[in-house]
Each structure stands twice: as C-alpha cells, then as structure tokens.
C-alpha cells in the first residue's frame, strides 16, 4: 500500500501555493490538490503555522511538476524576503520556475 501512494505521488502533478492569512501571514507549501489542502488549513489538520489565522485564502498556485521539482521550489521561495513573495502574488508568473531563474539573473 504504501508503495502505491508512493508511486501514485511521483505520477501526480504537484503545485506550489501561497496562502493569505487575515492579518497577511504568507505561508508556502506544495501539494498535488490546492483545494484538499485549503480545506485541510482550514480545518485545523494542516500546518500549525496556520492555525487560527483564518479565513485562509490561497493568493498564489503554480504547477511545479514532479514531487522533487516541488520541494526544490518551495525551498526557493521560503528563503525569498516578503517583498518578493508579494511580488509573486501580484505578478502571478504562469511558470514560477522560470520566474525563479530571471531572479536569480537579475
């Protein structure tokens, strides 16, 4: 059984996310259903981080592509400064990946 979740994890698409708290909090996470995930924070058995800072609202999704891909990506941008990450939110990049690399270019 748990090699299948492991093979059906490698097969999905994953997406990178930014939710919103109501005071502004950022938060950065990966999965392969934004939507499951949402409700997840939403119901208190996601990220700690997230608990009872609602109404939570996702401000940013990207697909990244495979589960490796996703947690690189996700590293990335949890080191980037707010400015940026409000930068990604207002920007919305339709491939954050290449939005990374012309960062890194700049």
Request: glycine share 6%; proline share 4%.
């Amino acid at each position: 059984m748990y090699q299948d979740r492991a093979t059906k994890q490698a097969d999905c698409q994953w997406y990178l996310y930014l939710i919103q708290t109501a005071k502004g909090l950022l938060y950065t996470g990966i999965t392969t259903d934004v939507a499951r995930r949402l409700a997840e924070h939403n119901s208190g058995r996601g990220a700690k981080a997230l608990r009872g800072r609602g109404p939570l609202t996702v401000v940013f999704q990207s697909p990244v592509g495979d589960r490796a891909s996703a947690l690189r990506i996700e590293y990335q941008i949890k080191q980037l400064s707010r400015l940026k990450k409000l930068d990604i939110v207002s920007k919305q990049p339709p491939n954050i990946n290449d939005w990374l690399i012309q960062l890194i270019q700049r």
